[in-house]
């Protein structure tokens, strides 16, 4: 059986229409992309505006290495990383290293591959969905990238080998690449679980549960003495601006895709287009949309 695209019923996370835009913004947004439509498919359209929003996301990455050499420059909120490993090394014990040492590899190279595929596959098949495969794939190419252009431009060295719990890392240490990609990926997985969930004490856990994940990811990384505090607060700051980006993008997705089903359905008897030039596609004005109270 081939996978398919997302049902009307995931169109929505408890009472909340994903193709309704309330905000100003969001609207603007909107009408973009439903005018783009006359050139580009809905598809098209999601992995165009996926790349868009990874190379701003990646731009981003690279002011971000600036501030923090400017405030580095200024001992600022770096002030906190000495501090915050005195008190992590202050609780460390054989069992406490072990056990973070093996919590933290799930988050490492492998470790975050293997389960970003699996759970991905799992949902695919489970779902009969292409969705989980292709919002992955943009979402860890994305989170890549930026890791990579972060350590690149900053450089910035771990904390000493004699503070950090073996095994050692020689990589640079700004951005932490397992803070980022653990909020990338545990973020995209809550998205598409809450979009199957009907209550919303599951949607509050599983949310609560991604939640948990990354932030003990980071804290796992400060724990072992492999990262600094601010490679994590910053990690995960890039990590959730990412995430928004996938899930908007998916968000216009379902929205160019709805317009289209309605505007196919309210014409059942027109002609198709004749000659070169493109169907003309006409662009709703966006429905008041009544408040959240989920």
């Given at each position: ?12 996370i408890?009472?909340?229409?994903l193709t309704?835009?309330?905000t100003?913004?969001?609207r ?7 005018a783009a ?31 923090y050499?400017?405030?580095?420059e ?31 590899d799930l ?7 293997v389960?970003a ?6 949902l695919a098949?489970?779902?009969r ?8 794939v943009?979402?860890?190419?994305g ?27 020689s ?7 397992h803070?980022?990609n ?13 979009r199957?969930q009907?209550?919303?004490?599951t ?10 994940f ?5 804290l ?13 607060l910053?990690?995960?700051t ?5 995430l928004?980006?996938?899930?908007t993008?998916?968000?216009l ?13 309210g014409a059942?008897?027109d002609?198709?287009p ?6 003309a ?6 429905p ?6 989920d």
């Open positions: 059986m081939p996978l398919i695209d997302d049902t009307p019923a995931e169109e929505r408890g009472d909340r229409d309704s835009w309330p100003r913004c969001g603007g947004l909107a009408l973009l992309a439903l439509t006359r050139w580009v498919s809905a598809h098209t359209l999601l992995v165009v505006i996926a790349v868009v929003g990874g190379i701003l996301a990646t731009a981003m990455t690279g002011v971000s290495a600036e501030i050499d400017a405030v580095e200024g001992d600022g909120v770096t002030g906190l990383d000495r501090p915050a490993l005195n008190a992590a090394m202050s609780l460390r014990t054989p069992l406490n290293d072990e056990v973070a040492t093996w919590f933290t988050g490492g190279p492998v470790g975050m591959a389960l595929t699996v759970v991905t596959v799992a098949l489970l779902w969905s292409r969705t989980p495969v292709v919002l992955m943009i979402a860890v190419a989170s890549l990238s930026m890791t990579t252009v972060g350590k690149a431009l900053v450089g910035r060295t771990r904390p000493p080998l004699a503070d950090a719990v073996p095994p050692f890392e990589s640079p240490s700004f951005p932490s690449g803070s980022l653990s909020v990338v990926i545990a973020g995209l997985v809550a998205y598409l679980l809450v199957r009907q209550r919303t004490r949607r509050t856990l599983t949310v609560a549960l991604a939640a948990l990354a932030v003990a990811m980071g796992s990384r400060v724990f072992l003495g492999h990262h600094w505090l601010t490679d994590v910053v990690a995960w890039l990590g959730l601006a990412w928004a980006v996938v899930i993008a998916h968000r997705f379902l929205t160019v895709r709805r317009a289209g089903s309605t505007a196919d359905a059942p008897g002609a198709p004749t000659g070169d030039a493109p169907p596609v006409e662009v709703p004005a966006a008041d949309v009544p408040a959240y109270r």
